[in-house]
């Protein structure tokens, strides 16, 4: 394979230049959100982007205020050559923990991607076990274009999953926090019982269960 030196999403100060051993057009970044979470899917994305199609602004989601992530959102879907957004559900993660679930999660939309992909991207330091070779990146959402994308596209729909859980458990505040144990999360579980949504098997959840 041709190694080449990849366009960061934005430059990092503390990283070296990354080198991406692919060269063609169906290099698909690849990012998760939601592993830490007491509530909810962990959800993962897969965006293969058009070179003629560039799209500005792609960063680390967790950078870009929230209608920022939406505008780009809309724009990834437009401009990508293919994306794919996947999840693993909670009930998965309380059976195979939040590791594997959240490669679970990227196997299935790597595998939703049309057309497929013929490397990956992945952003942290593993591998999501799929057959596709690639390359694991840290910091990869503010290191390749690519990954950012995806971390956009996985960060606008648990987004949308919390606003629409918020929209039927009111009083739990899952419209701010987005099911991360925040004081007010805790207070509310300790408050109201754990939801059929929430990992049974992530430690402050399970304290409270075994109360209910």
């Known amino acids: 394979m041709t190694r080449t030196k990849a366009t960061s999403a934005r430059p990092t100060r ?3 230049p990354l080198v991406v051993d692919y060269r063609g057009e169906r290099l698909a970044g690849v990012d998760e959100v939601g592993r830490g979470p007491l509530v909810g899917s962990v959800v993962a994305a897969a965006a293969i982007l058009d070179p003629a199609r560039p799209i500005d602004g792609l960063n680390d989601s967790k950078a870009l205020t929230a209608k920022h992530r939406e505008a780009l ?3 990834i879907r437009e401009k990508a050559l293919a994306f794919a957004v996947a999840e693993a559900f909670a009930a998965e993660v309380d059976a195979l923990n939040i590791f594997h679930a959240t490669h679970l999660a990227m196997r299935r939309a790597i595998d939703a991607l049309t057309p497929a992909a ?3 991207l992945v952003d942290g330091n593993r591998l999501p076990g799929h057959h596709v070779p690639g390359q694991a990146v840290v910091k990869g959402d503010a290191r390749h274009p690519a990954i950012a994308a995806a971390s956009i596209l996985a960060k606008v729909a648990r987004d949308a999953q919390m606003l629409a859980l918020d929209a039927r458990h009111p009083d739990y505040g899952f419209a701010r926090h987005k099911g991360y144990p ?3 999360h805790l ?3 300790e408050r109201l019982g754990p939801l ?3 990992r049974r098997s992530f430690g402050p959840v399970k304290r409270q269960l075994a109360l209910f």
């Open 118 to 120: 013929e490397y990956l």
């Open 14 to 16: 503390d990283l070296p």
């Open 187 to 189: 207070a509310a579980l």
């Open 73 to 75: 959102d809309v724009e």
């Open 196 to 198: 059929p949504e929430h």
């Open 182 to 184: 925040t004081r007010e």
